[in-house]
Structure formats: C-alpha cells, structure tokens
C-alpha cells in the first residue's frame, strides 16, 4: 500500500512562491507515476501537473503552465512542486497522488487516473 504525505503548504501573498513536497513510502519510487492536484472551496478536484517515473515528461494544467514546474527525486522517494507567481485563484487544498506505471494509463489529469492520494495540504494566497 503507498502511502503519501504532503507538506508545505501555507498563507502568501500574491507574487509569491512556495514548494510543496510529497513523500511516498510503501512502494519503490521508480515504480510510480506521481500527480498533483488541488480542491478549492465549492469546486471540483482538479488537475495541476503530473510526471513520468523517470521524470522525463511533465504535464500542465494551462491554468499553472510556466509558473509552477513538477518534479521528484527518485532517490529521496520525494516529489515536489514548484509555484511561483502564486495569485489568489491558486489558494486551494493540494493533493499528492500516485499510480503503478504498469497500470497501463496513458492519460494523467483526471482523478480517477490514480489509485493512492495524500490528505492534502492547505495553500492560501492573500490579495
């Protein structure tokens, strides 16, 4: 079973950065195709970035393209996202999530693409 912890997260002003960590344990890293999502107030889960195992290929939410960047550190067992520019649409709850990537899912921003998920960590962007 993976498990998987976020942290991270907080309350920033508009303009400013912040990294958010996940860590997984219960699986080799390597094994894993990891994502990142966020929940705000009233709406839906939504996607934000995912990343190959290798950490070769990386996928944006139009929404966050050239401002956040995903990545991980396979021997850490670690994955990570990088928001700069933060305004205050990007407040939200983030999740972590996780799948085989023997799971023979070709597609990586819908929720039902991934079996393991974090329980969130809380980022607030102030005006």
């Known amino acids: 079973q993976v498990q998987l912890v976020e942290s991270g997260g907080g309350l920033v002003q508009a303009g400013e950065s912040l990294r958010l960590s996940c860590a997984a344990s219960?699986?080799?890293?390597?094994?894993?195709?990891m994502g990142w999502f966020r929940q705000a107030p009233g709406k839906e889960r939504e996607f934000v970035a995912a990343i190959s195992w290798g950490g070769v290929n990386q996928y944006y939410a139009d929404s966050v393209e050239g401002r956040f960047t995903i990545s991980r550190n396979n021997a850490e067992g670690t994955l990570y996202l990088h928001m700069n520019s933060l305004t205050p649409e990007d407040t939200a709850v983030y999740y972590c999530?996780?799948?085989?990537?023997?799971?023979?899912?070709?597609?990586?921003?819908?929720?039902?693409?991934?079996?393991?998920w974090g329980q969130g960590t809380q980022v607030t962007v102030s005006r």
């Open positions: 999530a996780a799948r085989p990537r023997s799971s023979g899912i070709h597609s990586y921003s819908a929720t039902t693409d991934y079996n393991y």
């Open positions: 219960g699986s080799p890293f390597t094994w894993l195709t």
